[in-house]
């Protein structure tokens, strides 16, 4: 039998989800984390939610949410700091291509290459091979339509990359308004 047990007295489930996240490889389930606490799924969700209140602000880790999923990261306030402590600066630059392309999947995911092409009026091929090598988007699924394209979405690196802790923290989608009408017109077509 346990110290905890026999004395009757179970931490709280913050700390067991903050020492789970912290040993965890990668982004686990909220039901990951209820299986190995022997604890229901709500009471996980609760608990992820109070542990995230309680690192806001005040700590150098945080909770990144991506597809259902949660991990412990580096809070993005020191993203300057642990990248430059793990060597990583020089390969955080992203092209215009890159960068363009990254908010379309963002914004529109999942996306096919096509769809992505579409939006762009170029082709993409360089850019996706280059984003996937980096881990910024992933391969989700494959599409309905002729040929059933391959649909892409956005990982929890793309996350860290932009210091974001889930796509909600997305600034909203707004086109600018054009000043030409058929422009505007071509816009809402598209």
């Known amino acids: 039998m346990s110290e905890i047990d026999s004395e009757n007295k179970p931490y709280p489930i913050t700390q067991r989800l903050e020492a789970l996240l912290f040993v965890a490889s ?3 389930t909220a039901s990951q984390l209820a299986d190995a606490l022997i ?5 996980v969700e609760s608990g992820l939610k109070e542990l995230q209140k309680a690192l806001e602000g005040n700590h150098g880790i945080a909770l990144q949410w991506h597809g259902g999923r949660v991990q412990l990261t580096s809070a993005p306030l020191f993203a300057e700091e642990v990248e430059r402590f793990l060597g990583l600066e020089a390969l955080q630059r992203l092209s215009r291509a890159a960068v363009e392309t990254l908010a379309i999947v963002a914004y529109r995911q999942p996306i096919s290459r096509p769809g992505i ?3 762009r009026g170029v082709s993409s091929d360089g850019v996706m091979k280059n984003l996937l090598a980096k881990g910024l988007i992933q391969e989700v699924g494959r599409g309905e ?14 996350l860290q990359h932009f210091g974001l802790s889930s796509l909600e923290e997305l600034p909203p989608f707004e086109l ?15």
């Open 145 to 158: 339509g002729p040929g059933r394209p391959i649909l892409f979405s956005t990982t929890s690196e793309f």
């Open 39 to 43: 604890v229901d799924t709500k009471e």
């Open 26 to 28: 990668g982004p686990v």
């Open 117 to 119: 092409e579409s939006v």
């Open 176 to 190: 600018p308004e054009p000043d030409n009408i058929e422009l505007r017109n071509q816009i809402l077509k598209d």
